[in-house]
Nanobody
Framework: QVQLVESGGGLVQPGGSLRLSCAAS????????MDWYRQAPGIQRELVARIITGGSTQYADSVKGRFTISRDNAKNTMYLQMNSLKPEDTAVYYCRADVLRGGTAYVSYWGQGTQVTVSS
């Protein structure tokens, strides 16, 4: 079994920063794509940032220049550094990963989510 556990969420004032972590554990041979998604109340879940094994990254336009995604492959851990936070960044943030457990196909796993609230 594979588990993804997010941490680092919380309440922060506008303009502040938070660093989210997503640790993958279990029977893992390798991880290819890792994503951060977020979902605010009444809004469809959206892709915030993506990082692939080689380190290439993609960002939603709404977070470019403010958020930075990174990963530590040795620790099977992904991070999201969020700076200059805005109230509209308020959401539950989820991590997702494509995991190879020893077979020939990657399987998608999700974390349980961590709440980020940006408010004064």
């Amino acid at each position: 079994q594979v588990q993804l556990v997010e941490s680092g969420g919380g309440l922060v004032q506008p303009g502040g920063s938070l660093r989210l972590s997503c640790a993958a554990s279990g029977s893992i041979f390798s991880i290819s794509v890792m994503d951060w998604y977020r979902q605010a109340p009444g809004i469809q879940r959206e892709l915030v940032a993506r990082i692939i094994t080689g380190g290439s990254t993609q960002y939603a336009d709404s977070v470019k220049g403010r958020f930075t995604i990174s990963r530590d492959n040795a620790k099977n851990t992904m991070y999201l550094q969020m700076n200059s936070l805005k109230p509209e960044d308020t959401a539950v943030y989820y991590c997702r990963a494509d995991v190879l457990r020893g077979g020939t196909a990657y399987v998608s796993y999700w974390g349980q989510g961590t709440q980020v609230t940006v408010s004064s």
